[in-house]
Each structure stands twice: as C-alpha cells, then as structure tokens.
C-alpha cells in the first residue's frame, strides 16, 4: 500500500467541482471486475445521501443492504466504542492496560496505556495481520485472547514504535469486557450499533470479538457511522460521542521519533498520520479494510463516503480508490 494515503491526501486538494456523477457510475462499471464481481458506493453529504451506485456480477444485485467482512474497517468502530467509555469518565486515556489485564503485568506489558492500544504503538511485535487474525480465531475467550498477546515479543518500549497490527485494540476490548462486565459485542451493538440504527453490523457470532478486523457491516450501516464522525459526534440529533472525543481520535499519533516497524501504506513523512482507529490525511480520515471495504470523510468538505467491495485480490486497488475519490470529490 505503498504512498496509499499520501495519494489520498493529495487528490483531496485543488479539484473541480460540479461534474455530476457520471464519471463515478462510469467507474464503477469498469472496474467491478477488478473489485470481485461486485461494489456498493454511496455518498452522502450534508446530512443526505447524495448518490448511490451499485455494480454486480453473475452473484447477483449488489445494494445497499449487502452485508460484508469489513476486516481493519472494523478499527474505527472499535476506537469510537472506547471512546464511548472515556466520555462517560469510566476509563482514561491513559490508564494502563495493567489495572484490569494482570496477565500482561506478569509479561511486562501491564504499562501500556490505552491510547497506545487505539493508535498501534503498544510496542508488541505481532505476526503479520493474516496469520495474527488466524489464531485469533481459533481462541475462545477474551481471556485466552490476552493470554496469547502477553507472550508476544517486545520490539520496542511502548509509545515509541507504530505496528499496523490487531493486538492494540484486542486488548482495548478486553478492558472494556472487565470495566462493563459485559461481553464486546453487546457494548458495541448497545452504544453504537443502537443509537445510529446500523440494524446490520456486529462483530460475528464466534466465541469472541476480533476488535480490530473482525466485523461486519453494510453501506447503509457503516455511512451511518461516517456521518456522526463528520457531525462531530452527534447523528440525527443524537450524541454518540463527544465533540472532544471526535477531535482527539483525529489526532495524528505518529511524531518524527517514533520508528514505523509495519505499516500497510508506507509512512515516509508526507501529511500521512495516524490516531485512533483512522488514518489522518489533512481532512480527509479512512480505515479502509483488507477485503476491500473503504470508508472516508472528508470534513472541510462535509461530505462521506463508503466503497463495499469483497475481493482478496487487492492487486492495483489504491490506484482504483484514489481515483474514484478525486471523481467523487468533483461531482461534489
């Protein structure tokens, strides 16, 4: 994903205006193939969608209610879900994960602070993301869970090396579970899913949540979630989160000293930032997914937009992304 976001940040900037959406329609019919046969986008903009477009292969219509792994898309709802927690002055971002996680004290990892967890710089050397999503999967509890990151190596003191990776908010999960006492996915479906109406989003059925890659959504469900994002935290009236809360979660973590051990888009320095569960690109923020979900907002132009797309394959797709943004960011 090399300059994947720099790109991002740089077709966000100086485009024309008023074109319509031809030229997006256009796109997504010369390029369902490449995306796996089929891909849901929509748009919307000032509290409304604006457009929608839905392409599809020998599967089947494609819309709006198509439900998808969202894979790493899955980081931003997790990050908005602490945050939840915060808000309500029940956790710090500060507190260290050691309070309520004594496995990671005995594995000198009880110091990591909950807003390393949200931002990648715990300092834990984790398997690459597939194999590490692999034996998540075959864990049964949140404990078993913790148990499996406290025995993963060091390569650096917390808060100074950014890791791409699903240990950092696995562990924020497990925080929650023990300050709530109740399972992830009931938070989750309690203080986000509910209040923006996303009737069709979770983190599966398994024995435990994967916080960091493990859920499911719709382009109807997850716009829903960018639009609270862009109102600061509030949707249809309704306060999900806190402006403050918003704000914080659009701060870029990654300062010039901090060594970039992995990164799926290759941070050189070029406006490309990260804070809690997005990527930071200027205006623009994004927490796109493997299997090819691609959310993004852009606030000074107060607009979002969700790409819903399954293909492994990922072969060319920032090239795609990257011009299906400046197309739309034109038409808008």
């Known amino acids: 994903m090399k300059v994947y976001f720099f790109v991002l940040a740089m077709a966000l900037v100086g485009m024309c205006k008023g074109q319509g959406f031809e030229e997006v329609d256009a796109w997504m019919e010369d390029n369902v193939r490449a995306m796996g046969g089929h891909a849901f986008l929509v748009v919307e ?53 050691g309070r309520w996680l004594p496995v990671l004290v005995q594995h000198g990892k009880g110091g990591i602070t909950v807003r390393q967890c949200l931002s990648h710089l715990t300092g834990i050397q984790e398997p690459p993301l597939r194999e590490s999503l ?20 060091m390569e650096g003191a917390p808060g100074t090396v950014f ?44 024995p435990v949540a994967m916080p960091a890659g493990g859920g499911y959504s719709t382009a109807e469900d997850y716009i829903r979630f960018l639009e609270m994002i862009l109102n600061k935290g509030t949707y249809h009236g309704v306060r999900v989160l806190s402006e403050k809360s918003v704000a914080e979660m659009q701060v870029d973590r990654l300062r010039p000293d901090i060594r970039i051990a992995y990164t799926p888009a290759e941070h050189g320095g070029a406006g ?61």
Request: hydrophobic fraction near 40%.
């Open 134 to 153: 692999s034996e998540l999967r075959r864990i049964r509890s949140m404990d078993e869970a913790m148990e499996l990151i406290a025995e993963m190596p």
């Open 272 to 332: 490309v930032g990260y804070g809690y569960g997005e990527w930071i690109m200027g205006e623009a923020v994004s927490s796109p997914g493997l299997f090819g979900s691609f959310p993004w907002v852009v606030n000074g132009r107060g607009y979002c937009a969700f790409l819903m797309t399954v293909n492994l394959n990922n072969r060319g797709r920032q090239d795609r992304e990257m011009e299906l943004v400046r197309l739309v960011d034109a038409a808008l």
């Open 163 to 206: 890791h791409y990776s699903n240990a950092g908010l696995q562990i924020a999960g497990a925080v929650l579970e023990k300050i709530s006492g109740e399972s992830f996915e009931a938070m989750f479906a309690e203080r986000i899913a509910r209040p923006l109406g996303m009737t069709n989003t979770d983190f599966g059925k398994g």
């Open 45 to 97: 903009k000032d509290g409304k969608i604006v457009h929608t477009k839905g392409v599809h292969g020998l599967r089947g219509p494609y819309t709006l209610s198509s439900r998808e792994r969202i894979a790493s898309s899955s980081k931003w709802l997790s990050a908005a879900l602490v945050m939840t927690f915060v808000d309500e002055g029940k956790l710090s971002l500060d507190d260290t994960v």
